[in-house]
């Protein structure tokens, strides 16, 4: 297959079909819908659902070029197999999106703990799970894709989700440790930083409780849980345009080592790094206080 696309004003030629493997298959999320970017493209690819039923009429429709596993990215023996089930039906894995996840809200001090956790189980434990599974065969193969879906609330907190928040910020620290390390294999990495998009993320906080154990924050809570209930199916992000983005992002000659997704989530990103930087240079006659004279 030869594949010719334009981006940014240069030509970007691909002659190989490329084997995607995405986690996340969630009808009306990001996981199919980086599916059918792939398929698109001529691409194959294989997905993976704790309710793997959900995608049998999709699947059936792209034929051999779609593999569903039944897979719970939180455990790791479901995972080394369903990779190795990848590999052995395809050949070989090209791309890994690791694009499962979610948030729950609580504040950092009365979140049970237990719940604390499985934020930082399936938002960051996972995907290093995925990645471990998949760079053996992309490092002997010399070549391979990792595209970490973190989100903009791995570049500024968000109150009410403070374990996502510190989930995503240990995501971006990892991905950008990847990135260096496995440069000399071949293999390229790419952060994901979205904002808000029309996907469900937001729609089951409409019936989930809040499970807090302070009273006190119980109203920051509701006004959070009543602010994402309102803006559910009006998010201005477009899946399917951001996708696309992430794509083109992925065929430029030196690709981004990070890409925010969406006006709001890069006028938030932005605004953030600024303060940071103004903040840090606000205090630089202390931070080089303290150093030994020279």
């Given amino acids: 297959m030869l594949s010719v696309r334009t981006v940014n004003g ?14 996340g298959g969630t009808p009306g999320g990001f996981g199919l819908t980086f599916a059918e970017g792939a398929l698109g493209r001529g691409d194959r690819v ?16 792209y034929g051999e070029r779609v593999l569903v596993l039944k897979l719970d990215v939180t455990d790791e023996r479901q995972v080394r197999d369903g990779v190795a089930e990848a590999e052995a039906h395809f050949g070989g ?5 690791n694009n499962a996840g979610r948030g729950w809200y609580g504040s950092i001090e009365g979140m ?19 990645t471990r599974a998949v760079l053996p065969g992309m490092r002997a193969r010399g070549t391979g894709w990792i595209v970490n879906m973190s989100s903009v609330a791995g570049l500024t907190g968000i109150p009410g989700f403070g374990f996502y928040t510190a989930a995503k910020f240990a995501l971006e620290g990892m991905t950008e440790v990847l990135r260096h390390e496995v440069a000399e294999f071949g293999i390229k990495v790419l952060a994901v930083e979205p904002g808000a998009f029309r996907t469900r993320a937001y729609s089951g906080f409409e019936d989930e409780p809040v499970r807090e ?31 696309e983005a992430i794509l083109q992002a992925m065929e430029q000659d030196q690709p981004p080592q990070r890409l925010v997704l969406g006006s709001l989530g890069f006028d938030t990103a932005t605004a953030a790094m600024g303060a940071t930087m103004s903040d840090l240079r606000g205090s630089e006659q202390l931070s080089r206080s303290a150093d030994f004279p020279s």
């Fill in 46 to 61: 294989a997905i993976t659902s704790r309710r793997p039923e959900e995608l049998s009429d999709w699947a059936a429709s």
């Fill in 10 to 23: 240069s030509i970007s030629v691909r002659t190989a079909m490329r084997t995607w493997l995405i986690t």
């Fill in 213 to 243: 154990t302070v009273d006190a924050y119980l109203a920051q809570l509701d006004a959070m849980r009543r602010s994402m209930i309102d803006q559910d199916g009006k998010q201005p992000g477009d899946p399917v345009r951001g996708v």
């Fill in 112 to 130: 049970p703990i237990e719940d604390a956790r499985r934020v930082i189980d399936l938002n960051f434990y996972a995907v290093l799970t995925m």
């Fill in 93 to 97: 894995i090209d791309v890994l999106v």
